[in-house]
DNA sequence: CGATATTATCATAAAGATGTCGTGAATATA
DNA sequence: TATATTCACGACATCTTTATGATAATATCG
């Protein structure tokens, strides 16, 4: 459903919003703990960053903090970088034009699904997924949870 | 949502279940119908005659045509080759273990997402999609709807 | 049988996603 | 200023998906 890449990018996210008064983690640290390839995941967080999402800072006691409020992010934004969600929805059996007037068979049952899957993407918030959330044994390296 | 490869062949298994009678379709007559590439098409087609979906004929007057019913077949049965779509699901944050009984901060919410949208997959059958579907302006080459 | 039509199969190429490496630029600290 | 630390960025390597092409196998029909 989504790519390794968001997924990837969903997994730092969350992990750097645990941190306690959003202290700046560093990309080897943030890797080893989402269990990410640190150069590859070097990539995603920079295009984190220049979607305004992240902060980067360099130098020692560098690394990478969240720039905005986890109320405020919804995991779409993050997820939207990488992946196509919801926009440019092609009809599921390829039509060229396929539209609420001029719908193909599936086109209601499709697009009730579709819009659900958006909607959960959406309306979740990386504020949501703070709460009450406990971590996996292998994701304590850092402490993020 | 779903990978080129499984629309291509919902698309190609949608227009053989269109034909009157089953008839056999040519491959390329069948890619031209449904715009994907002759001979990309070719293994798809094969992949759906071993999996006996559909059934194959050659020589002249050959082709492919629909092995079962178009009420018993689901659009699973046809995806499900090509991408996974519910089946070993992972815990959208990556989490080695996530259960009903151990979920991560999400998991209900996402679980119910998924569900549904495997549900559509699973209760769709080519039967539906057959009912009062018109086609699209390029898809008249051959008379598949 | 011989000619033709059509799928089956294998080899290979092109494109994209994923992953690695090295060098440069910015920052903190002494 | 010098040094260590850390992100930035581009080049390259690998793997998977998508696509192409050539040849073999099989069926029809005269």
Redesign the pocket.
């Known amino acids: 459903m989504l790519?390794?890449?968001a997924e990837?990018a969903l997994r730092a996210v969350v992990c750097l919003s645990r941190q306690p008064n959003h202290a700046p983690?560093?990309?080897?640290d943030l890797a080893a703990s989402v269990s990410?390839?640190?150069?590859?995941l070097?990539?995603i967080?920079?295009d984190l960053?220049?979607a305004g999402i992240l902060k980067?800072?360099?130098?020692?006691?560098?690394?990478?903090q969240l720039a905005v409020e986890p109320g405020d992010l919804s995991l779409l934004q993050i997820v939207t970088l990488?992946d196509q969600i919801g926009e440019r929805r092609r009809c599921l059996l390829g039509r060229p034009e396929c539209s609420e007037s001029d719908p193909c068979p599936v086109h209601h049952r499709w697009k009730e699904c579709a819009d659900h899957v958006q909607r959960f993407f959406t309306d979740t918030t990386v504020g949501d997924v703070l709460d009450g959330g406990s971590l996996g044994p292998g994701e304590t390296s850092i402490p993020c949870g």
């Open positions: 790519s390794g890449t990837y983690v560093r990309a080897s990410v390839p640190r150069n590859y070097g990539k967080l920079h960053v220049r980067s800072t360099r130098g020692k006691n560098g690394g990478f990488f």
